[in-house]
């Protein structure tokens, strides 16, 4: 029988209360006011016919002058993604959604870092940008996102922007000239480098077959410059076998320092008859050596209905994805997951950093095969 962790499951003062707790059943308990955000309270702000969106998914999430910020991913109606801001005191309700998008395509008018390639940066994000992710290094926070191609297909350049005040954008460019889909960096240095995970994209055109069934990992001695290191072999890769993860992974929220290690929330995707459903996984990453990991073979989060609740004429991006690339701990241990249901809407999660990393030492995965460690 598996017995409850010890530690106590606290919703914060003034907030709905939830009658679950999360446990190694249930790693993560949905909030029971899901959906957080929708492109019906982006619209209300963003009045604009040209700013009218149709998704609110996929959003970076910060702490900044006593509030949470969610940096969304949003669809305008020509199929560009634009990245906006809202804001909310508790981090669960209240969303305040900035009067316009706080990053667009990019143009000569914007901020650019010294040794930037200008031309060759327009270009590559005229396609759009999607899927922030937001690391506080110091005082200055850093957002890597992926920047699409116009014309050339599924090229996809992940690029770094930093800022100080959510309100000055300086872009870096690349992380590196080959396409990645997902990066998130590390919000502290490790023994005297800075690190990150990487995911190269799937038809990137420096590699053929199944990278994208990989996670590498990357470190730099400065973040300011886009020479990262990519290890060799990956830290996390997955065999044809049978698996939830079995077809795709990749790095989802930047990772979260807790006294288990650092939690590595990230995505995995399995190819069905009737498509290709996302899951949320867990991996535990040693603080001092992050190469040094255990993954979870069982996944934290399956996608359902209550996931992508909205009326009956709205639009549906995807079906049956979970996506997270967020994610916030709460003083007590708790972990307040950020994730876009269906490429749709913005929910929230909760789980505990004890249940998480339970999972990762009891319930784990050969890191290189992604074989079960345990036994049925």
Not at 6 to 13: C, G, K, N
Not at 198 to 221: A, L, W, Y
């Amino acid at each position: 029988m598996i017995k409850p962790l010890a530690y106590s499951f606290v919703i914060q003062p003034n907030l709905p209360i939830m009658n679950r707790v999360p446990s190694l059943i249930n790693p993560v308990i949905r909030y029971e006011n899901n959906p957080i955000l929708t492109c019906a309270n982006v619209n209300k702000a963003w009045v604009e016919p040209q700013l009218q969106t149709i998704t609110v998914h996929n959003a970076g999430i910060t702490e900044f002058e006593g509030s949470v910020i969610m940096l969304f991913r949003s669809h305008l109606r020509n199929g560009i993604s634009v990245l906006g801001i809202a804001r909310s005191r508790n981090g669960l309700d209240n969303w305040e959604v900035d009067s316009e998008p706080a990053l667009v395509p990019c143009s000569k008018t914007a901020l650019f870092a010294e040794g930037t390639n200008i031309e060759q940066l327009i270009e590559n994000e005229q396609g759009g940008l999607e899927d922030a992710r937001i690391s506080k290094i110091g005082d200055t926070y850093l957002i890597t996102y992926s920047a699409y191609h116009a014309s050339i297909a599924h090229r996809v350049r992940v690029s770094l922007i930093s800022t100080k005040d959510f309100k000055t954008y300086l872009r870096h460019g690349p992380l590196l000239e080959t396409d990645m889909r997902n990066v998130v960096i590390f919000p502290e240095k490790i023994g005297g480098k800075y690190y990150g995970f990487f995911r190269p994209n799937d038809r990137t055109e420096q590699h053929i077959g199944g990278i994208f069934k990989q996670i590498q990992i990357g470190s730099t001695d400065k973040w300011e410059k886009s020479d990262w290191q990519i290890r060799k072999e990956p830290i996390i890769l997955q065999s044809d076998g049978p698996s939830s993860f079995s077809d795709k992974i990749g790095p989802g929220a930047p990772p979260i320092k807790t006294r288990h290690g650092w939690l590595n929330i990230f995505h995995g995707v399995r190819s069905t008859m009737d498509g290709n459903p996302y899951v949320l996984g867990v991996a535990l990453h040693d603080l001092e050596d992050p190469t040094r990991v255990k993954v979870s073979n069982i996944p934290i989060l399956f996608p359902s209905k209550a996931d992508c609740r909205v009326p009956e004429h709205a639009y549906v991006h995807v079906p049956n994805v979970v996506f997270c690339c967020g994610a916030l701990r709460q003083d007590n241990g708790e972990i307040w997951i950020y994730y876009g249901g269906n490429d749709t809407v913005m929910n929230v999660g909760i789980s505990h950093e004890d249940v998480l990393a339970e999972l990762c030492q009891k319930y784990g995965q050969d890191a290189d095969t992604g074989i079960p460690l345990y036994e049925l």
